[in-house]
């Protein structure tokens, strides 16, 4: 006979045990925190088709083997509570990442990062152009064979950084930036279609520095921002033989710098009212010598300067238990200071850059029985603008002294229970501003004036917007989007944009099967719409998006997992016109469709290996670089030229993956 003896639950043993089982998870999460796993991992993948498109960005443009190498190191010095971090990713890629940090808890720190960023055209340029890469540019005089050419760039980004804490109440942030950039970039030249490479090689420098200083009420930040941006390849020419012998000259991007004084901070009036302010000026020059090119008396470098302020200030207060308010006021003064030089008796028009804007924003909410709350706000913008001087038709557009927006805002949110949260908001703006003016009347039947300038034409708009999260059940989360907004641009002007719509509305879903298995999946879809009159023919303009996405994760054993992603997109551009027209542009339609698949294996307690495959379709109808006939587009100013712009229109990859994952404290 077997004696079973069972231990009866106690109130005072389930307190113990609960207490206890706190305890240990709170130790496991300061383990987590105080000693985390550092990993490095290593592998090879390859892919089987080029892909143009997807991999501009990625470094993995070509087909072919690539490196994978990771590293994520974490050391902590118990004693001095002193950390050593170490970040580093894509490795073995031009997309690579590295940062490292030595950070000495409540004291001080000093980060190091470098990052690459590559960005290559998508096409393919088949050219006799000589000479890309540099300063010099020929069209040769006999006919050659093509060449067959990819245009981009590098960007590596060296960046150093130091925070000092003084005391509870003072620290120091400094930060410095190094970026170059080198490579290429499709270019034109002159008033036809004549075909050049813009040769890239520059530098940009950027340093901040700024006091922080912080207590119960106060907080203030001040400090310094400078940023210098130098060209190191000089003016550049294209020669066009037999045309000509002469070299056309084009303009680089030339040296400036800008320097910016800055402070900021907020004042905690009471516990229920902060106040905010900001303020900066900012002196940018552009000084750069210019390559005299045979006017008599002509300037010797631009001598650009362009001045800005900056001032803003706002607060927030809880008025009542019930009713809070928000208002801001900012203004932002530009100042052109570039001088003017007149080479020439006739003067001609000149589009200074000064403006200034004065914004403000005034915003209430009230908290209403049941779960709602009601909020009502006005925004308004004021913006005074310098307009050209002097004549000449041929620069002749509308412009405008004073352009001023308002906008209108209300919104009204619920939590209905605890499982669903929902909101809705509706906004009116409307911009107007002074008469279009023109120094002559000759210039009222020019056809460019005539043009509804989009960016400061009369514009009423009309928009709502609808919010909405459910939880129909523990396991279940959704979230859903609605966003319209109609345009009307009205008829002051007899060309341009006169109306436009656009419409939005996305459904993300969220379903945990079990503790170990979970499924997500989210659509989206996009609409712009813009009706235009033209010099004799009017356009429908349209883009429209889906986007549609499905992922799974699953933890089939304590050894392994895996995952899903599924991604597909169609974006479609049409361009409608009028039906008097002989001929109509042809829809452009871009697809991509991109399958995911992962498996991570754990062989050991710091072991573990991980398995990839990708399968990547991307296809367009885009006629950008052809004629209407259907050929490619030819670049025919020269006999000599014939450049010519192809893209692949369908491009097929698969993806195959392996690394090992080494995971160390």
């Not at 592998?43 to 990625?58: E, F, T």
């Not at 997309?95 to 720190?109: F, I, N």
């Not at 009423?460 to 396991?475: G, H, L, Q, S, V």
């Not at 010519?644 to 995971?663: C, D, E, F, L």
Request: positive net charge; glycine residues 8%.
């Amino acid at each position: 006979m077997k004696t079973v003896q069972k231990f009866k639950l106690s109130a005072l043993s389930i307190c113990l045990g609960s207490a206890y089982g706190v305890a240990l998870a709170a130790d496991v999460n300061v383990d987590a925190l105080t000693k985390p796993d550092s990993s490095v991992s290593v592998g090879v993948g390859n892919w089987s088709g080029d892909r143009h498109q997807q991999g501009i960005y990625d470094g993995m443009r070509e087909k072919g083997a690539v490196g994978l190498m990771d590293a994520d190191i974490n050391k902590r010095d118990e004693e001095t509570g002193t950390w050593l971090k170490l970040n580093a990713s894509n490795l073995g890629l031009e997309s690579r990442e590295v940062k490292a940090e030595y950070l000495r808890q409540g004291d001080m720190g000093v980060t190091f990062e470098y990052s690459r960023t590559p960005s290559v055209n998508p096409n393919t340029f088949s050219t006799r152009l000589q000479g890309i890469g540099t300063t010099t540019e020929t069209i040769p005089s006999t006919v050659g064979t093509n060449g067959v050419i990819s245009l981009g760039t590098k960007r590596d980004l060296y960046g150093l950084g130091f925070t000092k804490r003084f005391n509870s109440e003072f620290d120091l942030v400094v930060s410095f930036k190094n970026e170059d950039k080198t490579g290429t970039r499709a270019w034109g030249a002159g008033s036809t279609p004549l075909f050049a490479v813009e040769p890239i090689n520059s530098t940009t420098r950027q340093l901040e520095t700024a006091l922080n200083y912080t207590t119960k009420k106060l907080q203030l930040s001040g400090g310094y921002y400078g940023s210098w941006y130098g060209n190191n390849m000089g003016t550049s020419s294209v020669t066009v033989y037999p045309a000509s012998t002469t070299p056309v000259f084009l303009s680089l991007p030339l040296d400036n710098q800008a320097h910016q004084a800055f402070v900021h901070g907020g004042y905690n009036f009471t516990s229920s009212t902060r106040g905010t302010f900001k303020a900066a000026y900012t002196h940018a020059t552009q000084n750069q010598g210019l390559a005299n090119q045979g006017w008599a008396s002509s300037p010797q470098s631009l001598n650009g300067a362009v001045n800005t302020t900056l001032l803003q200030a706002g607060l927030t207060s809880r008025l009542t238990k019930d009713f809070s308010v928000m208002t801001n006021l900012r203004y932002h003064n530009v100042d052109d200071a570039t001088p003017i030089s007149l080479l020439s008796s006739t003067p001609t028009n000149y589009m200074p850059w000064s403006y200034k804007t004065t914004t403000g924003k005034f915003e209430g909410t009230y908290r209403l029985p049941k779960g709602y709350s009601l909020t009502g706000g006005v925004d308004f913008s004021r913006q005074d603008r310098g307009i050209p001087t002097g004549f000449d038709a041929q620069r002749a557009v509308p412009y405008r002294y004073k352009v001023d927006e308002t906008t209108y805002r209300m919104q009204l949110r619920r939590a209905m229970s605890e499982t669903v949260n929902g909101a809705i908001a509706y906004l009116y703006s409307t911009r107007a501003g002074s008469s279009y003016g023109q120094t002559s009347t000759a210039l009222a039947t020019v056809y460019s004036n005539q043009i509804n300038p989009l960016n400061i034409a009369n514009r009423t708009r009309n928009k709502i917007r609808m919010t909405a999260d459910w939880t129909p059940a523990d396991a279940l989360t959704l979230q859903m989007t609605l966003e319209a907004a109609k345009d009307n641009y009205g008829f002051d002007r007899i060309y341009g944009v006169r109306d436009g719509s656009a419409l939005h509305y996305g459904l993300d879903a969220n379903y945990a099967m079990s503790e170990n298995w979970s499924l997500n999946s989210w659509y989206a879809y996009d609409r712009s719409h813009a009706n235009q009159l033209n010099f004799g023919m009017s356009d429908s303009l349209m883009e429209v998006d889906h986007s549609f996405g499905f992922g799974t994760r699953a933890n089939a054993s304590e050894r392994l997992k895996f995952g899903s992603d599924v991604v597909w997109t169609r974006g479609t551009s049409t361009y409608q016109q009028a039906a008097t027209q002989p001929s109509t542009l042809e829809p452009i339609t871009n697809i991509l469709f991109r399958a995911k698949i992962f498996s991570q294996y754990t062989l050991d307690k710091q072991s573990e290996v991980r398995f990839d495959f990708i399968h990547e379709r991307w296809k367009t109808n885009d006629w950008t670089w052809m004629f209407a006939n259907g050929s490619a587009f030819v670049y025919g100013t020269s006999p000599n030229d014939g450049t010519m712009v192809s893209t692949m229109p369908k491009q097929i990859s698969n993806y195959v993956g392996a690394r090992y994952i080494y995971r160390f404290q």
